[in-house]
């Protein structure tokens, strides 16, 4: 192995297994690990709250697996980095690309100067199965339907690589780190949320393969149907671990062919087939953020009503099964995927605001606030993104809780006010007798909120809004 110096700059692949760039650099020569708070470069896109929760653990963990020797840094990243390369004479630079508009062009530009310096500039594909500018139509243009892209596109391309070992040897050229420089950053909020938020989870890589191996072992079994319920066991929780890189995407898809190809493990592989969709998407519309890309919802009467919003993001809106799911967000980071298409069509149609005043609460409160997957799932939600529910359906909250969560388990959990109610009022509990509501010990309006709003009404008000919004485009 060569003596020469080179940086590791780790960004959302924060593993030492399956990290092409950590293996190009320990072939290359001896190692400095670096991770670069850029919270300047991102703008308006800097992490959200729990994001930052859950990178304060993450890096700790890493720290660990690099015995201690990860350099964290905060600000602008090309001064940090010509710094350190003047500092330590390291010849190269390895990193992971990731694929956020702003990293792309920041990126594009840290190289170029970097070259022009004469230092070695090397960057991998350490997060997704499929390059975004590999899975386009026979005609070159990207794809818009995610079935056509994940059959046709994606599985036709080539088979995702296997996954890469750790580094066979791994040698450091700089000193062990103080401890307490993770704390520096200031990640961690004030207030007691950011302890409390992440207890139900084991923020770690070794954490995300052992939750890939219990869901593997206990979730996949019935998967396609049982994902649905949000107290059944059939839902990964990969989410945000793959988003900070803890376990690659090539380790999972890896891990679910090593058992039988089943329709099961077949959707479940197609749910990480959408998130390269949804980066897909991302990478040929870099505003995929903050505009519709079906033009017409740009004339899209949105209301504006901060009341209702507020009780939305409070999961005070009077739908225990709304309110469930909102609850869920702001006490684990995390919302069950049948949830976030109940709360997302409560906002956009029954309430009629703005998918992006979603998206924006979304982006604070996940752990898994991934900028390609928000954007892309709230544009779905709302019908005006790329292959998306069309804006006339309407989940109702009603019979959403009834069908998804029979025993109200799931309900009861995160709406403990309505704990005694009867299984036949908890979803609908201003249409139970006094008597009913007396022996639950609720009363509507003080220990648990009237409905905000009228579910046929506001239905009805939503399509009569898509339909002039049609005949306006017609």
Not at 70 to 86: H, K, Q, S, Y
Not at 159 to 186: G, N, V, Y
């Amino acid at each position: 192995m060569s003596t020469s110096t080179r940086i590791m700059w780790f960004r959302q692949d924060l593993r030492v297994g399956d990290n092409p760039a950590l293996r190009a650099a320990a072939m290359a020569g001896k190692v400095i690990p670096l991770f670069i708070q850029e919270d300047e470069d991102a703008g308006d896109l800097a992490l959200g709250g729990a994001s930052k929760v859950w990178l304060h653990h993450a890096l700790c963990s890493l720290n660990q697996s690099l015995d201690g020797h990860l350099l964290v840094r905060a600000g602008p990243a090309l001064p940090i980095l010509e710094e350190l390369i003047e500092a330590t004479n390291a010849e190269g630079v390895y990193w992971n690309r990731c694929y956020e508009p702003w990293r792309m062009a920041r990126d594009t530009e840290i190289k170029a100067v970097l070259k022009a310096r004469g230092t070695h500039c090397e960057s991998h594909n350490g997060n997704l199965l499929w390059e975004p500018w590999e899975v386009n139509k026979k005609d070159g243009t990207p794809y818009h339907v995610y079935t056509k892209f994940y059959r046709r596109g994606c599985l036709e391309a080539h088979a995702p690589r296997s996954p890469l070992p750790k580094p066979e040897e791994l040698t450091f050229a700089c000193e062990k780190q103080e401890a307490s420089a993770i704390d520096e950053l200031k990640l961690l909020p004030r207030r007691d949320w950011g302890e409390t938020i992440g207890k139900s989870w084991e923020i770690s890589e070794d954490g995300a393969h052992k939750r890939l191996s219990d869901f593997l072992e206990e979730g996949l079994h019935g998967y396609k149907d049982d994902r649905n319920y949000p107290r059944k066991p059939n839902v990964s929780r990969l989410s945000p671990y793959l988003h900070f890189g803890q376990i690659s995407p090539h380790q999972v898809w890896a891990a679910v062919h090593h058992h039988d190809i089943d329709r099961d493990a077949d959707h479940f592989l197609s749910e990480l087939g959408w998130r390269e969709f949804s980066y897909n998407l991302l990478y040929n519309n870099p505003d995929l953020p903050s505009t519709n890309l079906q033009k017409k919802f740009d004339a899209f009467p949105w209301r504006e009503d901060q009341t209702a919003l507020k009780a939305w993001k409070k999961g005070l809106t009077g739908f225990p099964v709304v309110d469930a799911g909102m609850r869920e967000l702001w006490q684990t980071g995390y919302m069950h995927n049948r949830l976030r298409m109940v709360v997302g069509s409560f906002l956009v149609k029954n309430l009629m605001l703005d998918w992006r005043l979603g998206e924006r609460h979304f982006w604070n409160c996940l752990f898994d606030a991934d900028l390609a997957n928000n954007s892309a799932g709230w544009q779905w939600i709302a019908g005006c993104g790329a292959d998306a529910a069309p804006y006339f359906r309407i989940f109702n909250p009603i019979l959403q809780g009834e069908k998804f969560d029979p025993d109200g388990t799931y309900t009861r959990h995160y709406v403990p006010e309505l704990a005694h109610m009867p299984d036949k009022f908890l979803f609908r509990p201003w249409e139970a007798p006094e008597l009913v509501l007396k022996e639950a010990g609720v009363t509507l309006g003080e220990t648990y909120p009237k409905p905000i709003v009228d579910v046929k009404a506001s239905r009805e008000r939503a399509l009569e809004a898509f339909k002039s919004l049609s005949e306006g485009t017609s």
